[in-house]
């Protein structure tokens, strides 16, 4: 197998065993990072960039798709860095996807952590214009908004990181943004912290992901002075993530009455009739959850279901039939 030789799997390694809910799986493009983030410690422990070859990718969606999976994640450091060693330039993740879109039988296609720099306008374009099964979720970890802690981060967009949400959002308007932050990074003060607030309140993104720093052994940024208490990280954690939870409530609402497709995950433990689900813009295992009430739901199923109920961060959904519907062309 192609993916033994490339990780160093023993050649006679079993096929691969699916350890999430049977609807989704994971496909990792690459492996390692180039990029030199003063927080971050995977170059040193994952290396230089390493893509799988498209072959490979192509040969292990088919299997998982032949296994009855209906949505592929597609995971890496930077999946934006795709090809990139091989010398394939800007455009190797389009070129990848255009290979993944041609194997039929998949509802969705979504791309998990894009670097910032690494969102063209060529890639969103493509994202617009392929439309399903390649979903309009943008995952762009922007980690800060305050140019004075993105620089020391050594992270893109310091000066102002309202560009690249600009440029999303004015060529897929209706795009599903996530992103992580980090607080309490070293040297943040109440004005930075401040500044961030008002960046997420702004933007208004649909799902944030808010961590505390954590001063990672040989790595800059645990080396520098003005490290943040940690009951200031987790005061800060807090009110930024109160401030979210008021932005995620308010985009939720606006879907009850609406009937969408949800991609059933498992049975709810405590509830009869009940499963966990997910519509289009929840990412398994990081976002929200929609619980959809059905009596012939299997875990797999893709169901047509109204909104009947919206929460902080999950829906409330009715199926509408006892039939999973066949995969979108």
Known sequence: ????????????AP??????????????ISEGCEHRCAFCTIPSIRGQLRSVPMEALQEEARRLRDL????LCLVAQDLTAYGRDWGSGSDGLCRLLESLLSISDLDWIRLMYLYPTGVSRDLLQFISRTGPPLL???????????????????????????????RIQSII??????????????????????????????MRFWHVGVFAFSAEEGTAAARLPGQVPDEVKEKRRQELM??????????????????MQVLVDQPEPEWVALFQGRVWFQAPEVDGLTYISSRWARPGDMLRAEVVDSMTYDLSALALENV?????K
């Open 1 to 12: 197998h192609r993916l033994s030789a490339y990780f160093d799997i023993p050649e006679k």
């Open 15 to 28: 096929g691969r065993l699916l350890t999430t809910p049977p609807g989704y799986a994971y496909l990792k």
């Open 68 to 71: 009855g999976v209906r949505e």
């Open 136 to 166: 309009p979720y943008i995952d762009v970890p922007l980690q800060h908004a305050h140019p004075d802690i993105l620089s020391h981060m050594g992270r893109p967009f310091a000066k102002d990181p309202r560009r690249i949400v600009d």
């Open 173 to 202: 308007p209706r795009a599903c943004l996530r992103t992580s932050l980090i607080i309490g990074y070293p040297g943040e003060t109440e004005a930075h912290f401040q500044s961030l607030v008002s960046f997420v309140q702004e």
């Open 242 to 259: 109160q401030v979210q939870a008021g932005i995620s409530r308010e985009i939720l609402a606006d879907y009850v009455g609406q009937t």
């Open 324 to 328: 999973s519907e066949p995969a979108q």
